[in-house]
């Protein structure tokens, strides 16, 4: 059962909800997603982006640093245990990337 999911930019929290969220932040921001799940022991978590696992992203939070227009979409982090698996509601990520100074694209 998810307790809570939450987003964090450069350490303050700007999302907070149950079901899902759709964070924004600029361009070079830290951005950490972190979940709360309890269940029958022992839980796993792994993080994911749209539909592909992201290596490495087993813990209860994972952080992005210095985002890029690359790291916009959607997150999502399973927990799978012994009597089955729940899936967080989607986090999609939106990234503002500034215009170039003479207006250029």
Not at 48 to 70: E, M
């Amino acid at each position: 059962v998810f307790h809570g999911l939450h987003v964090k930019r450069n350490g303050e929290i700007i999302s907070r909800s149950s079901r899902g969220w759709k964070p924004n932040v600029n361009q070079g921001a830290n951005v950490t997603f972190t979940a709360s799940a309890t269940g029958t022991a022992p839980l796993s978590f792994q993080w994911r982006k749209g539909a592909a696992n992201i290596s490495g992203a087993t813990g209860t939070s994972y952080t992005l640093n210095n985002v890029q227009a690359a790291s916009a979409g959607t997150y999502s982090l399973v927990v799978p245990n012994a009597a089955g698996s729940a899936t967080s509601g989607n986090a999609v990520l939106t990234v503002y990337v500034p215009a170039p100074p003479d207006g250029s694209v």
